[in-house]
């Protein structure tokens, strides 16, 4: 406005920085712009005549207006041209439904009443943010500001009133179109214009007051006289309002969680030692994880010096709260720990998983009350600590990986337990997530399982992390489990779980990256678990070998399932890594007649590429069948078989060492 009456273009500058400023306040202050773009196109044909110059710095100062608050808001609109969502998504979730139908019609219809009667009974149905039932403008401001409407209305041709008008009708556009109408926050750019509006109205009343009686004011004096009103009586009445009657309306405590915060408060204020678990879920409430944090130090893993510790202090007693009931999945718990002395530990774990039984010492040990006298947690002995110390981790999952998706998640560790099993047994994937940021994924993850041939087996899709494990975490590790229940039916062998992350309403993928940014495509590959018959000997080696493969790679030994004369041999390798490797390097058997020439061959990466060399971590133990095709041989000829690994880019193999850790001749490491 000051740039318009001056034409000074450093005023339009400043009024286009703090509109660019407004736009990372609430929502709403989107909307704000419009007002300043309906002003321009209203005040067009209205100075078409005879105020063209005028007309022209106005176009000209919008015009740097929108310049500068564009540069301002810059990062906000990058930022939401790659997650649209944070401008459509809450939009869409309040927006007034209409399909057109007469039903909806009429609902709307409703609505843009209850929309109207903000200003006249309405009020905001949140008591976090008013006396709910109490008028949100009201008494005597709302008759300056009804008396001040009509003023502006009939005077909307002047450039004032008419941008005051188009503040107010803009800003009411969320109550007309979101559910409910009366929203305090999102009315917030309603309230410059309303008290402008309320001024001008009492301006006319003190106007015409001292123009048709003869009291010895001016109109100033009246103006005063009439403000100084104006805030006696509605101050008065607010404070009473929100300094008495407010505080104490128990609709209020519980719009505040004040059960929790009581509940929060006794636990972090203590002077006797604690030793209490409690669900995730009420841990992670933003007041208590507030309150907690005063005396809590949160931890990822349980040390052993903790866990022994844990193991002598006595019994623990389990707290769930009453007024937070969860959402129906098994919660994760937190295990709080203090002494009087020092401070305290927030163990948490990260298995959703509901407590045994056994674990609990039949009905609640005690009830815990507020100071109204309500119960707000149930308190439990809990019998055993063994049940419950299984629920926490000891320490991270030792195999490691660097794969991040969309600049959130980046996937640090896994670990199948245990790595072996039965055909009919359950094991857990144990993935340790760093979070890098600070919302969730919108897309689900799939966790593919594949048998040794890269054939999908079973699959999950889910939530890569719980929306409720995001916050507060320290150093944004997060351990997740995944629990894996193999079909009973499925053969003994190797199997890898293939992870990723997809929309589930396009399913599209997203593009994993390595630790130099590189791509690793839409999926990553883990493992190896292996399904044994037998757990105790669970890769049935019929002959071992003490050979080395570049010092990396340990060949376990092999097995052999048909004889090197007839038709076809089937050469089973096993190895064993013994450090990370750098590359990809193919295998291969040879069979070998007396001069050494080949007479068979294969050559392949291991499981055919599937998980390929510089895929393996420390202790994978990794088995692949080998198909020679073995021409007719006349007996009494000497054969052997031999294996190696090489580089297929150079060429170069391996060098091989046996048990006394001699190099073998040509890197051949002799089988058979």
Same mark, same amino acid.
Request: aromatic letters at 12%; charged letters at 15%; hydrophobic letters at 45%.
């Given at each position: 406005?000051?740039?318009?009456?001056?034409?000074?273009?450093?005023?339009?500058?400043?009024?286009? !920085?703090?509109?660019?400023?407004?736009?990372?306040?609430?929502?709403?202050?989107?909307?704000?712009?419009?007002?300043?773009?309906?002003?321009?196109? !209203?005040?067009?044909?209205?100075?078409?005549?005879?105020?063209?110059?005028?007309?022209?710095?106005?176009?000209?100062?919008?015009?740097?207006?929108?310049?500068?608050?564009?540069?301002?808001?810059?990062?906000?609109?990058?930022? $939401?041209?790659?997650?649209? $969502?944070?401008?459509?998504?809450?939009?869409?979730?309040?927006?007034?439904?209409?399909?057109?139908?007469?039903?909806?019609?009429?609902?709307?219809?409703?609505?843009?009443?209850?929309?109207?009667?903000?200003?006249?009974?309405?009020?905001? &149905?949140?008591?976090?943010?008013?006396?709910?039932?109490?008028?949100?403008?009201?008494?005597?401001?709302?008759?300056?500001?009804?008396?001040?409407?009509?003023?502006?209305?009939?005077?909307?041709?002047?450039?004032?009133?008419?941008?005051?008008?188009?503040?107010?009708?803009?800003?009411?556009?969320?109550?007309?179109?979101?559910?409910?109408?009366?929203?305090?926050?999102?009315?917030?750019?309603?309230?410059?214009?309303?008290?402008?509006?309320?001024?001008?109205?009492?301006?006319?009343?003190?106007?015409?007051?001292?123009?048709?009686?003869?009291?010895?004011?001016?109109?100033?004096?009246?103006?005063?006289?009439?403000?100084?009103?104006?805030? #006696?009586?509605?101050?008065?009445?607010?404070?009473?309002?929100?300094?008495?009657?407010? &505080?104490?309306?128990?609709?209020?405590?519980?719009?505040?969680?004040?059960?929790?915060?009581?509940?929060?408060?006794?636990?972090?204020?203590?002077?006797?030692?604690?030793?209490?678990?409690?669900?995730?879920?009420?841990?992670?409430?933003?007041?208590?994880?507030?309150?907690?944090?005063?005396?809590?130090?949160?931890?990822?893993?349980?040390?052993?010096?903790?866990?022994?510790?844990?193991?002598?202090?006595?019994?623990?007693?389990?707290?769930?709260?009453?007024?937070?009931?969860?959402?129906?999945?098994?919660?994760?718990?937190?295990?709080?720990?203090?002494?009087?002395?020092?401070?305290?530990?927030?163990?948490?774990?990260?298995?959703?998983?509901?407590?045994?039984?056994?674990?609990?010492?039949?009905?609640?040990? $005690?009830?815990?009350?507020?100071?109204?006298?309500?119960?707000?947690?149930?308190?439990? $002995?809990?019998?055993?600590?063994?049940?419950?110390?299984?629920?926490?981790?000891?320490?991270?999952? /030792?195999?490691?990986?660097?794969?991040?998706?969309?600049?959130?998640? /980046?996937?640090?560790?896994?670990?199948?337990?245990?790595?072996?099993?039965?055909?009919?047994?359950?094991?857990?994937?144990?993935?340790?997530?760093?979070?890098?940021?600070?919302?969730?994924?919108?897309?689900?993850?799939?966790?593919?399982?594949?048998?040794?041939?890269?054939?999908?087996?079973?699959?999950?899709?889910?939530?890569?992390?719980?929306?409720?494990?995001?916050?507060?975490?320290?150093?944004?590790?997060?351990?997740?489990?995944?629990?894996?229940?193999?079909?009973?039916?499925?053969?003994?062998?190797?199997?890898? #779980? /293939?992870?990723?992350?997809?929309?589930?309403?396009?399913?599209?993928?997203?593009?994993?990256?390595?630790?130099?940014?590189?791509?690793?495509?839409?999926?990553?590959?883990?493992?190896?678990?292996?399904?044994?018959?037998?757990?105790?000997?669970?890769?049935?080696?019929?002959?071992?070998?003490?050979?080395?493969?570049?010092?990396?790679?340990?060949?376990?030994?092999?097995? !052999?399932?048909?004889?090197?004369?007839?038709?076809?041999?089937?050469?089973?390798?096993?190895?064993?890594?013994?450090?990370?490797?750098?590359?990809?390097?193919?295998?291969?058997?040879?069979?070998?007649?007396?001069?050494?020439?080949? #007479?068979?061959?294969?050559?392949?990466? &291991?499981?055919?590429?599937?998980?390929?060399?510089?895929?393996?971590?420390?202790?994978?133990?990794?088995?692949?069948?080998?198909?020679?095709?073995?021409?007719?041989?006349?007996?009494?000829?000497?054969?052997?078989?031999?294996?190696?690994?090489?580089?297929?880019?150079?060429?170069?193999?391996?060098?091989?060492?046996?048990?006394?850790?001699?190099?073998?001749?040509?890197?051949?490491?002799?089988?058979?």
């Amino acid at each position: 406005w000051r740039g318009w009456q001056t034409d000074q273009f450093r005023h339009y500058l400043l009024a286009g !920085i703090a509109l660019g400023l407004c736009q990372y306040t609430y929502t709403s202050a989107r909307l704000l712009p419009l007002v300043f773009g309906l002003f321009t196109l !209203i005040q067009t044909p209205l100075l078409w005549s005879g105020h063209r110059a005028q007309l022209k710095g106005l176009w000209s100062g919008l015009f740097l207006m929108i310049v500068s608050s564009v540069v301002i808001t810059a990062p906000l609109l990058f930022y $939401a041209f790659n997650n649209p $969502a944070i401008f459509w998504g809450r939009t869409a979730d309040v927006a007034v439904a209409v399909d057109g139908s007469w039903q909806s019609l009429k609902m709307f219809g409703l609505h843009l009443i209850a929309a109207v009667r903000i200003f006249i009974d309405g009020y905001d &149905p949140n008591w976090r943010h008013q006396f709910v039932g109490q008028p949100g403008f009201h008494g005597f401001s709302s008759i300056g500001f009804w008396i001040g409407l009509l003023v502006m209305i009939f005077r909307w041709r002047q450039a004032n009133h008419l941008l005051v008008l188009l503040l107010l009708i803009v800003m009411w556009l969320p109550a007309a179109l979101a559910d409910p109408p009366f929203h305090t926050l999102r009315l917030a750019g309603v309230l410059p214009a309303y008290y402008v509006i309320m001024a001008v109205g009492f301006v006319t009343i003190t106007g015409w007051i001292t123009r048709r009686t003869s009291l010895p004011f001016t109109s100033n004096q009246m103006g005063s006289v009439v403000l100084i009103l104006l805030l #006696v009586i509605n101050g008065t009445l607010t404070i009473y309002t929100y300094f008495y009657r407010w &505080p104490t309306t128990p609709q209020v405590y519980q719009a505040f969680d004040g059960s929790l915060v009581e509940l929060a408060n006794r636990l972090a204020q203590s002077e006797e030692s604690i030793n209490v678990v409690i669900p995730f879920y009420l841990y992670n409430h933003a007041a208590v994880r507030y309150i907690l944090h005063q005396r809590f130090e949160e931890e990822v893993l349980l040390p052993a010096e903790a866990h022994e510790r844990l193991t002598q202090d006595g019994p623990k007693t389990l707290i769930i709260p009453q007024d937070l009931p969860d959402d129906g999945e098994p919660p994760a718990y937190v295990w709080l720990v203090s002494d009087s002395q020092s401070g305290g530990k927030a163990f948490v774990s990260t298995v959703n998983r509901d407590l045994p039984p056994a674990a609990l010492s039949g009905e609640p040990q $005690a009830v815990i009350y507020n100071r109204q006298g309500q119960p707000i947690a149930r308190q439990y $002995a809990l019998a055993e600590s063994d049940q419950l110390e299984t629920l926490f981790v000891r320490h991270l999952p /030792r195999k490691q990986i660097n794969a991040t998706w969309a600049d959130n998640l /980046r996937l640090t560790g896994f670990e199948f337990v245990p790595e072996v099993i039965g055909p009919t047994d359950t094991t857990n994937l144990y993935l340790s997530w760093e979070v890098l940021a600070l919302t969730s994924l919108q897309e689900k993850m799939f966790l593919q399982l594949l048998d040794s041939q890269g054939q999908p087996v079973g699959q999950q899709e889910l939530d890569p992390i719980s929306k409720k494990m995001y916050r507060w975490r320290p150093d944004g590790l997060v351990l997740e489990q995944y629990p894996l229940k193999l079909d009973a039916n499925l053969p003994a062998g190797l199997y890898f #779980v /293939r992870l990723g992350f997809f929309n589930p309403k396009t399913e599209q993928r997203l593009i994993a990256y390595g630790p130099d940014s590189q791509p690793l495509g839409s999926e990553v590959i883990i493992g190896p678990l292996t399904v044994a018959e037998d757990k105790n000997n669970p890769y049935n080696i019929q002959h071992y070998t003490q050979a080395s493969l570049g010092g990396v790679i340990e060949l376990l030994g092999y097995s !052999i399932k048909s004889a090197p004369t007839r038709g076809e041999t089937d050469v089973e390798l096993y190895w064993r890594a013994e450090d990370t490797i750098d590359l990809d390097y193919t295998a291969f058997v040879q069979l070998l007649d007396e001069e050494r020439n080949v #007479v068979a061959q294969q050559d392949m990466q &291991p499981l055919n590429g599937l998980y390929p060399t510089s895929s393996w971590r420390p202790g994978d133990v990794i088995a692949t069948t080998f198909v020679l095709a073995v021409p007719q041989i006349e007996d009494g000829g000497s054969h052997r078989l031999v294996t190696g690994m090489y580089h297929l880019e150079t060429g170069t193999r391996l060098p091989t060492f046996n048990h006394a850790n001699e190099l073998l001749t040509d890197n051949l490491i002799p089988l058979q």
